[in-house]
C-alpha cells in the first residue's frame, strides 16, 4: 500500500498571504494525484486531479505541481473561504490511498 | 445537475444491521464508478471500496474486505453499503463520491451519512 504523508499538519496563515501544502507518496504515484478541500461539516470538494488540473469552476488561485513522490498544492492569496482541511490522494496504484490532511487555519 | 443523494443518519445497537444508500442523478449512473469513503469522528478520510453499477464489478480495500458489502441498483440508480453485524467502531461518518474511471479522482460527493453505533 502507498503511504500518503502531508506536513505540516497545521497550517498558520494571514488573510491574503501564500499557503504552500505538501504530500509526499512512499513510492511513485506518476502524476495521478488529487487534492480536496474540507469544510467543517461539508463533504470534501474535489480541487486538484492529475497533481496540476484544476477542477471545474475552481479559482486560479489554486494550483497543484509535483510529479514521482513529491507534491505541493499552494493558495497564492488566501481567502476566508479557504481555511478548511486539504488532503491529497493517490489513484496510481491500489488501494487508493489518502494523506492525513493538512488544517489551514487563520493565524 | 450531477448529484449524489445520500440516506439519513442512522442510530444502531452493535450486532445490528445496516444498509445505507447513494443515489445518483443528472449523469449515466452505470458509466461510473461509485466509491465509499469512511471518516471516522475527528479523524481522515479511508477509501473502503468502489463498485461500477454497469457490471456491479466491486473492489474492495483489503483492511475492510469481508467487514462490508457494497452493491448497486443500477434500474434505480443507487449504490448501497451494508453491514451484517455493527460493531461501536463502525462509528463514522460515510461518503459515496463518483469516479470516472476505477482508478480516478473522487469528483461528485454525496452529502455524508452519519452512522452511530452505540449500546
Known amino acids: 500500500e502507498i503511504v500518503m504523508t502531508q506536513s505540516p499538519a497545521t497550517l498558520s496563515v494571514s488573510p491574503g498571504e501564500r499557503a504552500t501544502l505538501s504530500c509526499r507518496a512512499s513510492?511513485?504515484?506518476?502524476?495521478?494525484l488529487a487534492w480536496y478541500q474540507q469544510k467543517p461539516g461539508q463533504a470534501p470538494r474535489l480541487l486538484i486531479y492529475?497533481?496540476?488540473t484544476r477542477a471545474t469552476g475552481l479559482p486560479a488561485r489554486f494550483s497543484g505541481s509535483g510529479s514521482g513522490t513529491e507534491f505541493t498544492l499552494t493558495i497564492s492569496s488566501l481567502q476566508s473561504e479557504d481555511f478548511a482541511v486539504y488532503y491529497c490522494q493517490q489513484y496510481n496504484n491500489w488501494p487508493l490511498t489518502f494523506g492525513g490532511g493538512t488544517k489551514v487555519e487563520i493565524k | 445537475e450531477v448529484q449524489l443523494m445520500q440516506s439519513g443518519a442512522e442510530v444502531k445497537k452493535p450486532g445490528e444491521s445496516l444498509k445505507i444508500s447513494c443515489k445518483g442523478s443528472g449523469y449515466r449512473f452505470t458509466s461510473y464508478w461509485i466509491g465509499w469513503v469512511r471518516q471516522m469522528p475527528g479523524k481522515g478520510l479511508e477509501w473502503m471500496g468502489i463498485i461500477y453499477p454497469g457490471d456491479s464489478d466491486t473492489r474492495y480495500s483489503p483492511s475492510l474486505q469481508g467487514q462490508v458489502t457494497i452493491s448497486a441498483d443500477k434500474s434505480i440508480s443507487t449504490a448501497y453499503l451494508q453491514w451484517s453485524s455493527l460493531k461501536a467502531s463502525d462509528t463514522a461518518m460515510y461518503y459515496c463520491?463518483?469516479?470516472?474511471?476505477?482508478?480516478?479522482?473522487?469528483?461528485?460527493w454525496g452529502q455524508g451519512t452519519l452512522v452511530t453505533v452505540s449500546s
Open positions: 463520491a463518483r469516479l470516472p474511471t476505477v482508478a480516478d479522482a473522487f469528483d461528485i
Open positions: 513510492q511513485s504515484v506518476s502524476s495521478n
Open positions: 492529475g497533481a496540476s
